[in-house]
């Protein structure tokens, strides 16, 4: 989202209302993408009973998808630090093969 002078005016809608959204040039696919998840969210969550109120429905969405996003943040720094050790035991036996075949 941007509002910026460059900034591209796009309505989405969330829970049957329009939102009009300030958007960078070339970004409108991944604006809409995402509206349409918190939608899909707040739709989920409404559809439970346990939240009344947009403002709340808001809120508990928000607070998914950032636990969302810090779990796939945590599991992608999990997987770069076991495929960075993994690469140092090749380039290690990498190492040690060319060793080998430089006293022979």
């Not at 900034?7 to 809409?32: F, H, S």
């Not at 809120?59 to 690469?87: F, H, P, W, Y």
Request: glycine share 6%; hydrophobic share 40%; aromatic share 2%.
């Amino acid at each position: 989202m941007s509002q910026g002078k460059d900034a591209i005016a796009l309505t989405v809608q969330i829970l049957d209302k329009d939102y009009r959204i300030g958007c960078a040039p070339g970004e409108e696919d991944a604006l809409v993408s995402a509206a349409r998840y918190l939608d899909a969210s707040m739709r989920e969550i409404r559809g439970r009973g346990s939240v009344i109120g947009a403002d709340r429905l808001a809120v508990m969405a928000a607070l998914n998808i950032t636990n969302e996003l810090l779990q796939d943040r945590k599991m992608g720094e999990t997987t770069a630090r076991v495929v960075r050790s993994r690469l140092h035991q090749l380039e290690d036996r990498i190492d040690q093969a060319l060793h080998d075949t430089s006293d022979v």
